[in-house]
């Protein structure tokens, strides 16, 4: 069965009740398809970006620690749901979603001995669950976030702003806005090629409509 890499986006843990819901949604579906959680870095990772204004820290440092962010919120999310399993390793994640668990990836281990990515803020979690679905060779990712997806410009600043339905990644290099991607992700999908949603984890229902290989309200990111 092909498995599908869910990036948590730390935004979720602004709406307690939600975040719940949607853990115990994934643990439902979880019975039918293999789903891997990657926890993005939230508040966590906003801490290490203050301090890394503060200190200057070192590039490496500061990468480590937001790795160590994503760790946080991970263990937050398997508090959340006692059904999950924390995995650590690409061996343990593979028994582990062999047991149809709903698992949940701690990158700091795999991310510290193979620091595969460059050490900068232009990576962040969307980017690591890129490269953790391509170590699995996952079919696609879906970046759950708070919003319904990539938008032409900031939804929360700009009423009225578009949904991007379906963008390819060269496109999305190009765009001069920020979005909720991370710099690195559009780069890093044209070199490991999976199929990319952005989709909002308010509605999960939204989740179980990608799963089931149906259209729903979300951005596509293509990868040429
Ligand atoms: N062009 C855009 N399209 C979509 N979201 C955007 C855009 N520009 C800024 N955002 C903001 O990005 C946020 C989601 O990204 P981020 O803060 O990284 O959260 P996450 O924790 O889900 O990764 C949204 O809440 C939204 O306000
Ligand atoms: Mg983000």
């Given at each position: 069965m092909a498995l599908t890499v869910l990036k948590l986006g730390g935004s979720l843990a602004n709406n307690p009740e939600k975040l719940r819901f949607l853990m115990?949604?994934?643990?439902?579906?979880?019975?039918q398809y293999l789903l891997l959680i990657v926890p993005g870095g939230g508040e966590f990772a906003d801490t290490v970006r203050s301090l890394d204004t503060r200190f200057n820290l070192s590039p490496k440092a500061a990468h480590r620690m937001a790795i160590l962010a994503m760790d946080q919120y991970g263990l937050?999310?398997?508090?959340?749901?006692?059904?999950?399993?924390?995995?650590?390793?690409?061996?343990?994640?593979k028994i582990s979603l062999k047991l149809s668990n709903l698992s949940i990836f701690l990158p700091s281990s795999i991310m510290f001995s193979e620091d595969p990515l460059e050490n900068s803020w232009n990576i962040t979690s969307d980017s690591i669950s890129l490269y953790i679905a391509h170590r699995l060779g996952a079919q696609q990712v879906l970046l759950i976030t708070d919003v319904d997806g990539v938008f032409e410009s900031d939804p929360k600043q700009q009423y009225g702003a578009k949904l991007i339905d379906k963008i390819s990644a060269n496109q999305l290099s190009k765009l001069s806005v920020r979005t909720s991607v991370d710099a690195a992700f559009s780069g890093l999908l044209m070199k490991w090629p999976t199929v990319c949603y952005v989709v909002n984890g308010l509605f999960p229902e939204r989740i179980e409509t990608i799963l089931a290989g149906k259209k729903t309200l979300s951005t596509l990111i293509t990868n040429q």
């Amino acid at each position: 069965m092909a498995l599908t890499v869910l990036k948590l986006g730390g935004s979720l843990a602004n709406n307690p009740e939600k975040l719940r819901f949607l853990m115990e949604k994934l643990v439902e579906l979880s019975s039918q398809y293999l789903l891997l959680i990657v926890p993005g870095g939230g508040e966590f990772a906003d801490t290490v970006r203050s301090l890394d204004t503060r200190f200057n820290l070192s590039p490496k440092a500061a990468h480590r620690m937001a790795i160590l962010a994503m760790d946080q919120y991970g263990l937050l999310l398997a508090d959340l749901s006692p059904k999950t399993t924390v995995v650590r390793t690409f061996e343990d994640t593979k028994i582990s979603l062999k047991l149809s668990n709903l698992s949940i990836f701690l990158p700091s281990s795999i991310m510290f001995s193979e620091d595969p990515l460059e050490n900068s803020w232009n990576i962040t979690s969307d980017s690591i669950s890129l490269y953790i679905a391509h170590r699995l060779g996952a079919q696609q990712v879906l970046l759950i976030t708070d919003v319904d997806g990539v938008f032409e410009s900031d939804p929360k600043q700009q009423y009225g702003a578009k949904l991007i339905d379906k963008i390819s990644a060269n496109q999305l290099s190009k765009l001069s806005v920020r979005t909720s991607v991370d710099a690195a992700f559009s780069g890093l999908l044209m070199k490991w090629p999976t199929v990319c949603y952005v989709v909002n984890g308010l509605f999960p229902e939204r989740i179980e409509t990608i799963l089931a290989g149906k259209k729903t309200l979300s951005t596509l990111i293509t990868n040429q």
